[in-house]
């Protein structure tokens, strides 16, 4: 028996709603563990408190022996960056996954997140990690026609890609979501596998035969992408062209939630000429709404116009009940759910198409057995193969990681007028926890007297560990590094600003990451501290004084990096020297900053691997006169501007980048004046409300 975790945003039911990512997640549930295995399932949610499941449905799942475990996303931290929501929530499930033997996320805000990118550093077991490949919000948000919220949703993307990129497998119920995401960029480790999804119906239906349709239901979300639109409009062409036919029906019922204000409103005004009586249940959930749909299985015919799905629940569930007559879009990878049956049940995507079927089928409704029917089995089935399959696979981090030597490190530090933190610096590093490693430290023609001598005394002190002390003139921070640099014939280099301190065990974590992965680039997270002070005990590592914020990095982004290129890393940098040199090392580029961020962007786009070991492992000092604070805005970004302009430029689209960057900056700006004078809870409750608009209980 194995131990198996279902990770979900939507499950049956919160406050009556569930979608078709709730259905699965239940299905699956109770397949797994009617077939013997220790089920969980495992809501998560984005709002910062606990969202609770209705009563009855804590009964059910109780009484099929399923586990129900909550866990919400925590409120972010003052000044803590970067602070994508979905990236909080995956911290603190992790501690909830590492009991499981098998790991199955949904791809939407992937909360699995911080496990996989913990685990992709780590030796040892681990529990299965899959994917199901539901919809992410890219996906949504097409099939909605509307445009992202910057950076917000490109934060989100990043996140979603990560999740199937390191998943140890990836579902997708359809080929068209395979496909469509292959389309879209995005990376598998294997190719996904595709499996229609599991359906147990809690009870099966009567047979019943249509004798004559009475009523139209439309089942689904009221939203564009559900095919709202396409079923209004062909309601209006067909009143136009045979008002008769309406004028039959006894109703017209909308069953699911609206989505898209006053939609059902505009359905009644359209209709209230023919007389039509036009009813909305918007609160059943999917037993209640199953419920229904069987009652009137041999008066109804329902209508399914969804011009963009994937495999959806809808479907399923109303071709499960027998004699109930159906009519579907041919969109995305609705036809995948009929299989080689159902010709006479689907229609193109368009209004015209959808109004002519309409026609046919209210006066011509099919008979039980012309009806296609969803092969429950045959799924069920493929999915416990799948399954026994992976568990059988199941192997330890160490196995599936190939053994590789320790790679040599040089510590490569830039210094300039930095006398009195150096000495910290130089002390935390004596104490590393990992010893092997060498030391390059660059004076960069510091001009205060102090500051010269700081540096001359630590080249006499730390003489016999054989650690390297080198002056030049001063040619900017970009030019010491890549000399330090050309000095070091080590596998890698770590670079470190002569003011920050690493953590006692933050160059053996870093090495430790780079064995495992063999990356080329690696960075982690760090604190942001003002004190003049040591920042922690050198014996106890504990913090000794005041930290301003954490910082984790989200990674290597390069679409959200260019809108907030904070999400790429601290100054803090392990590279593998062969990347460094592929990329020519930093950009000298004096009085600038950002050097680090635009050192990272030619990594990527120079096809370099790189990403984010999820630790806390500097202390990053904010001095009064650091270039952090004192430095150019103009110079700094336009470094990074030219770096992201250099593919534009091969494109044809030269300045592109600089376009981007001004918008970015000018949205900000005007976001910044408009909020200028909302007090700061409702500046949060809005932020809130905004996550909250995303896809807690929608259906796919």
């Not at 006894?250 to 699911?256: A, K, P, Q």
């Not at 053994?403 to 000495?423: E, H, L, Q, T």
């Not at 001095?623 to 110079?635: K, Q, S, Y």
């Not at 949205?667 to 949060?684: A, F, G, M, T, Y």
Request: with cysteine; charged share 20%; aromatic share 10%.
């Amino acid at each position: 028996m194995s131990s198996v975790a279902l990770v979900s945003y939507d499950v049956q039911t919160v406050g009556g709603h569930a979608g078709g990512v709730g259905a699965f997640v239940t299905n699956l549930a109770r397949l797994l563990r009617n077939n013997g295995e220790d089920v969980a399932i495992v809501f998560v949610t984005a709002s910062t408190s606990p969202s609770h499941i209705d009563s009855k449905w804590k009964e059910r799942y109780a009484a099929w022996g399923i586990e129900l475990l909550g866990v919400h996303t925590p409120p972010p931290s003052p000044g803590g960056w970067a602070e994508a929501w979905p990236a909080r929530l995956s911290e603190r499930l992790a501690s909830h996954l590492g009991r499981f033997d098998v790991v199955y996320l949904q791809d939407w805000a992937n909360a699995g997140f911080h496990s996989l990118r913990v685990r992709r550093f780590s030796r040892g077991s681990s529990p299965v990690f899959v994917t199901v490949l539901h919809g992410p919000s890219r996906w949504e948000r097409c099939g909605n026609r509307q445009l992202p919220n910057v950076p917000d949703d490109l934060q989100i993307e990043f996140i979603e890609r990560y999740g199937p990129q390191h998943s140890d497998w990836v579902v997708a119920p359809s080929r068209y979501i395979a496909d469509w995401l292959k389309r879209d960029g995005w990376k598998f480790r294997r190719d996904p596998e595709v499996l229609a999804l599991p359906y147990l119906p809690e009870s099966v239906p009567q047979v019943s035969n249509a004798v004559s349709i009475e009523r139209l239901v439309f089942f689904g979300r009221l939203e564009i992408r559900k095919g709202f639109e396409i079923f209004g409009d062909a309601l209006r062409l067909l009143s136009a062209d045979d008002p008769a036919v309406l004028h039959g029906l006894s109703e017209i019922v909308l069953l699911g939630e609206e989505r898209e204000p006053g939609s059902a409103a505009s359905l009644r005004r359209t209709l209230a000429p023919l007389g039509v009586a036009v009813n909305h249940l918007h609160d059943l959930d999917s037993a209640a709404a199953q419920d229904y749909l069987s009652a009137h299985a041999s008066d109804a015919l329902v209508v399914i116009p969804s011009p963009f799905e994937n495999f959806p629940y809808a479907v399923i569930e109303t071709l499960s009940i027998p004699g109930l007559n159906v009519i579907c879009s041919r969109g995305g990878g609705i036809p995948e759910v009929f299989g080689f049956a159902g010709e006479t049940q689907l229609f193109e995507p368009s209004p015209r198409a959808l109004a002519a079927l309409l026609l046919e089928r209210l006066r011509y409704p099919l008979k039980h057995e012309q009806l296609a029917v969803y092969d429950s089995s045959a799924a069920n089935a493929g999915w416990l193969r799948f399954h026994r399959r992976i568990c059988t696979e199941r192997v330890s981090v160490d196995h599936r990681m190939p053994a590789r030597p320790r790679p040599s490190v040089d510590i490569c530090i830039s210094y300039y007028n930095k006398g009195r933190y150096f000495p910290q610096l130089l002390r935390a590093l004596t104490a590393q926890t990992e010893k092997a490693f060498g030391l390059i430290a660059l004076d960069d023609g510091s001009t205060e007297a102090g500051s010269r001598a700081a540096f001359d005394a630590a080249a006499i002190e730390y003489a016999t560990r054989g650690w390297t002390f080198l002056r030049q003139a001063n040619a900017f921070v970009d030019a010491a590094r890549n000399r330090a640099a050309q000095l070091s014939r080590a596998d890698y280099l770590l670079f470190l600003d002569a003011d920050d301190v690493p953590a006692l065990n933050a160059v053996e974590r870093l090495l430790d990451a780079a064995q495992v992965s063999s990356l080329d680039c690696l960075l982690c997270g760090g604190w942001f501290f003002d004190s003049e002070e040591m920042p922690y005990d050198l014996k106890t590592g504990a913090k000794t004084v005041p930290t301003a914020a954490g910082y984790m990095p989200l990674g290597p982004d390069l679409v959200g990096g260019m809108v907030d290129p904070m999400v790429f890393g601290l100054p803090m940098i392990l590279i593998r020297r062969a990347a460094f040199d592929k990329v020519g090392g930093y950009h000298e580029c004096r009085g600038a900053g950002h050097e680090d961020w635009e050192l990272q962007i030619r990594l990527l786009l120079a096809g370099c691997q790189v990403d984010v070991l999820p630790e806390y492992l500097v202390f990053f000092r904010r001095p009064a006169g650091g270039l952090t604070r004192t430095g150019a805005v103009f110079p700094a970004k336009q470094r990074l501007v030219e770096a992201f302009d250099v593919p534009l430029r091969e494109a044809g689209m030269s300045g592109l980048a600089a376009v981007l960057f001004h918008l970015s900056d000018r949205c900000s700006e005007l976001r910044d004046n408009l909020i200028h004078n909302v007090p700061h809870s409702l500046r949060l409750q809005l932020r809130e409300t905004r996550k909250m608009e995303g896809r807690q209980g929608s259906s796919f």
